[in-house]
């Protein structure tokens, strides 16, 4: 239907190593939005991707959106202390957002 | 600029009792929308609204009820608390779809609700 399917749920990583979430639909995507929400906090937007192929960066992520538009990916390369949390991709469709189950990174110093 | 803000942070219900989750944004936004965060579930929409005067149902609207009276205030109703809506609300805002703009939208900081 409309859920956006995340994996991995958890994911533990040593700081400096690389991390990437996937996010994957059944169905084609008008865009995909990426979340990241720190432990007792509250969602934070980070981008949109609209196009076909998109790769966009933001520092040490990269987001890329599927050439079919049906999955999205978010890398972080040499992860940080900062970067833990759980980060959402959602998908947008008729007013509603239809969020993914999140993957929870810890990062270990 | 406030952003979005919910009062209140924390809430303790027995079954039955009824309550009211306030959400506020001072960006002047047409969207709001509420959602419930459970474990390992993500955020799942639970009404929404274009603007004032309109709200609709997203994916678990049961149990609850919205009005949308100002563009700046939404409130969610629990008619009937009931233990399976312990959960964590947030409320979000962003401005109405408008081609070619991003549709960010901006999270309050939550209410944090227990049901005994």
Redesign the interface.
Same mark, same amino acid.
């Not at chain 2, 549709?103 to 900081?109: A, K, M």
């Given at each position: 239907g409309q859920q956006v399917m995340q994996i991995p749920q958890y994911q533990h990583v040593q700081e400096g190593e690389d991390f990437t979430t996937y996010c994957n639909s059944s169905t084609t995507l008008s865009n995909i939005q990426w979340y990241k929400q720190r432990p007792g906090g509250h969602p934070v937007f980070l981008i949109q991707l609209v196009k076909s192929g998109e790769v966009k960066k933001q520092k040490r992520l990269t987001f890329q959106f599927g050439e079919a538009k049906k999955n999205s990916s978010l890398h972080i390369t040499a992860t940080q202390t900062t970067d833990v949390g759980t980060y959402f991709c959602a998908r947008y469709n008729f007013n509603k957002f239809y969020f993914g189950s999140g993957t929870k990174l810890n990062v270990k110093p | 600029n406030a952003g979005v803000t919910q009062t209140p942070k924390f809430q303790v219900l027995k079954t039955g009792q009824s309550m009211t989750l306030q959400c506020a944004q001072d960006m002047n936004h047409e %969207?709001m929308?509420w %959602?419930r965060q459970d474990p #390992?579930?993500? &955020?799942? &929409?639970i009404h %929404?609204s274009?603007g004032a005067g309109i709200t609709?149902q #997203?994916?678990v609207p049961n149990g609850y009820n919205v009005s949308r009276s100002t563009t700046e205030d939404f409130p969610l109703r629990l008619l009937s608390a009931a233990p399976s809506q312990t959960s964590v609300y947030?409320c979000a805002s962003r401005r109405q779809?408008v081609a070619g703009v991003?549709?960010?939208? %901006?999270?309050?900081? #939550?209410t944090r609700l227990t049901v005994l």
């Open positions: - | %969207y929308s %959602y #390992g579930m993500g &955020l799942r &929409l %929404y274009v609709d #997203g994916e947030f779809r991003t549709d960010t939208q %901006y999270f309050g900081p #939550g």
